[in-house]
């Protein structure tokens, strides 16, 4: 059974940080390309950051609104995937979900609520 399993959400303050894990079964992890998609409330699907399945250096991408202050990473020993958010503004408030993609295949978590709120 594919299972993609998100963690570390939370309540933080405007400035503060957050690590999100995404825990990966079910599938050759290493072979699937992984990115962040959040949703904010009342809005539609926004694509976070992405990270490609290579091996010794993976590529990485990002929306500009998170720029500079967020950073994807994998460890495919440990089937998981990172997002570190540092400077958390209120605008990222949002169900963060972790997806996986290779070639047709494609696996959605059940997302983790991140708010940004003094």
């Known amino acids: 059974e594919v299972q993609l399993v998100e963690s570390g959400g939370g309540l933080v303050q405007p400035g503060g940080s957050l690590r999100l894990s995404c825990a990966a079964s079910?599938?050759?992890?290493?072979?699937?390309?992984m990115s962040w998609v959040r949703q904010a409330p009342g809005k539609g699907l926004e694509w976070v950051s992405a990270?490609?399945?290579?091996?010794?250096?993976?590529?990485?991408s990002y929306a500009d609104s998170v720029k500079g202050r967020f950073t994807i990473s994998r460890d495919n020993a440990k089937n998981t995937v990172y997002l570190q958010m540092n400077s958390l503004k209120p605008e990222d408030t949002a169900v963060y979900y972790c997806?996986?993609?290779?070639?047709?295949?494609?696996?959605w978590g059940q997302g983790t609520q991140v708010t940004v709120s003094s």
């Open positions: 997806t996986a993609q290779y070639i047709l295949y494609s696996y």
């Open positions: 079910g599938f050759t992890f290493s072979r699937y390309a």
């Open positions: 990270i490609n399945s290579g091996g010794g250096g993976s590529s990485t």
